[in-house]
């Protein structure tokens, strides 16, 4: 994998990247890979959102529940199947290539931007 091409801090900035909590997550049965559906709570000024996300591999829906995850925010919504995905999970590659939340090791408050 490259390195990508340098930005400005600005640019970097204008990437909206927040913490919300797994309030609910099911298998999505629609989906053409693994994946499932959740409901993230950020907290007061963004609410819940939803999004989609193919983290099957090394999660099942009831772990996720009350884990923290990072997840862009204002990125427009993607309709992904029957559902539109309202912020995007991230995570990176394992070994296989498989996907690993990001998440805080501690607990923070819901809605707190990445610096």
Known sequence: MSLSEQI????FMKVDVRVGRVVKAEVFEEARKPAYKMLIDFGAELGIKKSSAQITKHYQPDELIGQLVMAVVNFPPRQIGPIRSEVLTL???DKDGEVVLLKPDLDVPIGGRLF
């Open 8 to 11: 400005q801090f600005d640019d």
């Open 91 to 93: 995570g990176v590659p």
